[in-house]
């Protein structure tokens, strides 16, 4: 892919590749994850504004963009199924993909690859979280999905991004980095690679209970920040889970130990003030709360206690990745300032630490 910004020209001459009916107003920018470029068009259709939601996906981050969307297209239809003709399931929604005008589920153009989606208006999504009940809803949300993927065959998902749950897979990434050193910054981070080092054996924690079958594998979200759920503007009720990129076979717990990481922290994922990292403990009870009841009890008993190890481990994971990324050259996450990435990891880091000093309070009892 061309990671220049697409031009408006280009921009108009790609949505205009896909099945949208109605004159197009405009086309602008949104401000959303690290990965892929995201745009919003405004058309009219019959009087009225209607909107949609442009991805131009990241082809160095996933290579197989054709399993990328074969991934997301089966887990919508999987759910679309349950829906049984009906508008929502349970409640929720799910995103629809438009097709271009060539009857395909994304673009191939000079411009990138790109896929459309309806924009789900009167909702909004939030990158700090409100309070209790937000978190609970958010919790629940991403329970719910996964719940729902239960009895999705997991041999019809293909592993578009390679150990991408796997903490020692992400360790042996940051060992690689920091034996290249191409940028040669590891000189600047000692005290984030000593953290790092000092945290090693809990990588292996997780693997090994998969592998002894203590914990079982589960098609995971695997992407469960706060801002991946759109809540209803009138109740405040999660109504839709987004970004479907990473659901793969895993183990519930990533998605719990993301969600924590993410929605219960007491400061913005690359903030510069370490003192004002942590986790926020009322939140953190209240996902809890909401996670096991979206996941309505699936949960075993030692899945349920791993509930506050998975926040540690899920959190150490991303911070290695972000690690990894700064030594490496800032080659994966977008960057928007330098030691950007580094920034990320260490706030990441800072937050394993406070959590290490929390957990007694941290811990869940199965009911
Ligand atoms: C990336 O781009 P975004 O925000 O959806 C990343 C996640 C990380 C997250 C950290 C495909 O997600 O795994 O947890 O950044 N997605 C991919 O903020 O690597
Ligand atoms: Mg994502």
Known sequence: MTSRRPT?????????????????????????????????????????DVRFLHQRMNDKVFHDIPAVMHNIETVSSHLRKKMAGNRTLDGFRILDLVNTNEDRSYLVGDAGQWRTYSFIENTTS???????????????GFGWFQSQLADLDASNLRETLPKFFSTPHRLQQFHDALDEDPRNRAKDCADDIEFAETRSEMAFVIERMLRSGEIPTRTVHGDTKLNNV???????????IVDLDTCMPGYSLYDFGDLVRFTAATSDEDERDLSKVGTDLTLYRALVDGYLDGTG???SKVEVELMPFAARVVTYTIGLRFLADH?????????????????????QFRMVARMEEQAEAMEVTPR
């Open 297 to 299: 009890g699936a949960l």
């Open 327 to 347: 030594l490496a050259g800032d080659v994966y996450f977008k960057v928007n300032r330098d030691n950007h990435n580094l920034d990320r990891a260490r706030v």
């Open 126 to 140: 939030f990158d700090h979280c409100s309070g209790t009940k937000q978190a609970f809803e958010a919790a629940k």
């Open 230 to 240: 759109l809540f209803c503007d009138r109740t405040g009720r999660a109504q839709c």
């Open 8 to 48: 408006p020209r280009e921009l108009h001459h790609v949505v205009q590749q896909f099945a949208i009916a109605g004159g197009l107003k405009d086309v602008r920018p949104l401000q959303r994850g690290h990965i892929h470029d995201t745009f919003v068009s405004t058309w009219s259709q019959e009087g009225a």
